[in-house]
């Protein structure tokens, strides 16, 4: 997400985030912003901006200070005990095979 | 923003080796302050571009000669002014206000391409500048989807889709005219021998990549003296097998070397134009500065009662 | 088929969307801001795309085409109201113009959706559709002018002015309803004045259709474009 700063002149447009939909089941992504003195004009312009062509089945739009951004993920202990890669199981599947004859 | 593990190394010498490298930047990273004002430079002069550019257009909306062209240039040109939106969102993000920007542009200090600075004659130019400018404009934008600074290359993406239709449409308009009188046939040629040089200097002169500081923090990616060879590869032939002459005697392809060969371009009258002097340029930024002052009022009635 | 008459009122509302499709498309790069240049545009290309529809409806009646109606008329045959001719390179009187013209074109529009012909009533309810885009920017328009005082009186002032050509855009039988509309709506003090109606065309249509017609005219008819 960009700063809060860069608001027009006087200060009191906002930012509004827009999250389009493609195609009906897909997920919201993020497209871009446009700026609004308030949500009415905020959806007719994230309109014109992500939908005029018809590239969008729908649109969130959101003030910028509504966002969250959760950046940080500390993994300092390494845990792959609950993921995929945690798990080589072909040395113990070999030997369980040897032991049972079918391998 | 919160505080968070950084990817993206804060000194500018491990910050220039990580974009070098292909890295991303975020509008919430930490940047060098040179190439902050550099991307900023950049970026505002594509956004003053778009803008200036539905100048030369407009004007044939009303002229043009059936409704599905009407409706078409109406479309390219909102295209454009879209652009310039989305642009400046992206230079506003890196801390110069949309004013800014505007206040800059009309009052010359800040510069726009030069291809915008000339005057349209006749609806010929209407179809070689959606034709043959956006043409070499697009190569510019596709280059640009591997801009370091992430926002921008994002941006690009939209633009580089929306922009497609507009050199259809161009390519449209001159196949018709070529397939039509001799007069409309001569109002192409005329306006190719107009145009050819402003768009031969289009991409600017050659720089070496090692002297180009926007391609050493990966703004561009592509030097200037390729991009224009990438044009000529492309459009020459689709010039010459209309039946029209490239208004250059020296143009030829080296077939062995792959390299197009041409009369230097003027690089003086790029400078000129660029920084101000062209045909047209005091009439257009005359005619924003005047419809910027009018609507002044609208601005502040519309942010007065804003919530 | 539709009468002749239904035919006359097609073309009206043609000749008002491709005029008024101009006059929009005038603020493209110079609109308050770039967001209203962008929406602006879109509402410029949906009239002219309803003029295109209208046009393309009504030369099939006459065995014509669409671009010949739109752009091969004399000037004094086209059947435009004055209030779409009129140059106003302001903001106010644009915002003035558009509202007056939205709501006046909404009641007109709901008329034509109640045809016996179904394929006008067809097309008509499908620019109904597109033009609910257009009601909303008008009201949004008017709401923030009607907030400030100066964004009040500059919107008294130009709906003052064009008041006249906006009585002419409908006819007798519609007009009561939508002047009735106006005024519970705005509040301003309307006088009760004469309409310029659709006969009275502008100096200023000729002047817009020298330039609108000057390539087409410089081909032979029936060259392509």
């Known amino acids: ?103 | 923003m919160s505080a968070r593990e950084q990817e993206v190394p804060r000194n500018e010498q491990e910050f220039l080796h990580y974009v070098q490298e292909g890295g991303q930047v975020e509008a919430s990273d930490w940047m060098p302050d040179e190439y902050r004002a550099r991307l900023i430079k950049f970026i505002e002069m594509h956004g003053n571009s778009e803008l200036m550019g539905v100048l030369p257009e407009r004007e044939w909306i009303l002229r043009a000669p059936t409704l599905q062209r009407k409706l078409a240039l109406t479309a390219k040109v909102q295209d454009e002014v879209g652009h310039a939106q989305l642009i400046y969102r992206v230079v506003e993000d890196l801390g110069k206000s949309r004013d800014d920007c505007l206040a800059d542009l009309i009052s010359g200090k800040s510069k726009f391409h030069n291809v915008f600075h000339y005057p349209t004659k006749t609806w010929g130019d209407v179809g070689v500048i959606a034709w043959l400018v956006d043409a070499a404009a697009i190569i510019s934008q596709k280059a640009l989807l591997k801009c370091s600074y992430a926002p921008y290359a994002r941006i690009m993406k939209k633009i580089c889709w929306e922009e497609s239709f507009h050199i259809l449409h161009g390519r449209d308009v001159i196949l018709t005219m070529m397939n039509g009188t001799e007069e409309q046939r001569e109002l192409v040629q005329e306006a190719l021998d107009r145009w050819w040089g402003p768009l031969m200097q289009f991409h600017g002169n050659p720089i070496a990549p090692e002297q180009d500081p926007t391609l050493t923090w990966r703004i561009k990616s592509q030097p200037n003296d390729d991009a224009r060879q990438q044009f000529l590869d492309g459009y020459v032939p689709q010039i010459r097998e209309l039946g029209l002459t490239v208004p250059d005697p020296e143009l030829r392809k080296d077939e062995e070397t792959g390299r197009w060969h041409y009369t230097e371009p003027d690089w003086d009258e790029l400078k000129t134009v660029v920084t101000g002097h062209g045909p047209m340029t005091e009439e257009r930024l005359g005619f924003r500065r005047v419809s910027r002052e009018e609507t002044e009022w609208v601005r502040s009635a519309v942010l007065a009662q804003a919530a | 088929m539709p009468e002749r008459r239904d035919l006359d009122r097609l073309l009206e509302v043609a000749d008002d969307e491709l005029i008024l499709g101009w006059r929009d498309s005038e603020w493209t790069g110079i609109a308050p801001f770039l967001e209203e240049d962008v929406a602006f545009s879109s509402i410029a290309q949906n009239e002219i795309g309803h003029a295109r529809a209208l046009y393309e409806l009504v030369a099939r009646e006459l065995g014509t085409t669409a671009d010949e109606l739109a752009l091969d008329r004399r000037p004094d045959e086209y059947r435009c109201a004055p209030l779409v001719e009129l140059r106003r390179l302001e903001w106010a009187r644009t915002i003035a113009r558009h509202w007056l013209y939205e709501t006046a074109d909404e009641i007109r529009i709901a008329a034509l959706k109640g045809s016996d012909d179904p394929e006008v009533a067809g097309l008509a309810a499908k620019i109904d559709r597109e033009e609910a885009y257009h009601r909303m920017h008008a009201e949004m328009w008017v709401d923030r002018l009607l907030a400030t005082p100066e964004g009040r009186e500059k919107l008294r002032e130009a709906v003052e002015e064009l008041w006249p050509y906006a009585l002419g855009v409908l006819d007798d039988e519609l007009r009561p309803r939508w002047v009735e509309r106006v005024r519970a709506r705005l509040g301003f003090d309307l006088p009760d004045v004469e309409p310029v109606t659709r006969e009275q065309h502008t100096e200023e249509l000729r002047e817009l259709w020298e330039e609108m017609t000057m390539v087409r005219r410089s081909a032979p008819a029936g060259a392509s474009w």
């Open chain 1, 1 to 103: 997400m960009g700063p809060e700063r860069g608001a027009g002149a006087g200060g009191v447009n906002t930012v509004y985030e827009v999250f389009r939909q493609e195609r009906k089941g897909q997920a919201f992504q993020h497209a871009g912003s446009v700026v609004a003195p308030d949500p009415a004009f905020a959806d007719v312009y994230a309109r014109e901006q992500y939908g005029r062509r018809g590239e969008s089945t729908a649109l969130w739009i959101v003030p910028r200070d509504a966002v969250v951004e959760v950046a940080d993920f500390p993994d300092e202990l390494g845990r792959n005990y609950h993921r995929v890669d945690g798990y080589s199981l072909k040395g113990k599947l070999k030997e369980a095979r040897e032991r049972a004859g079918t391998a």
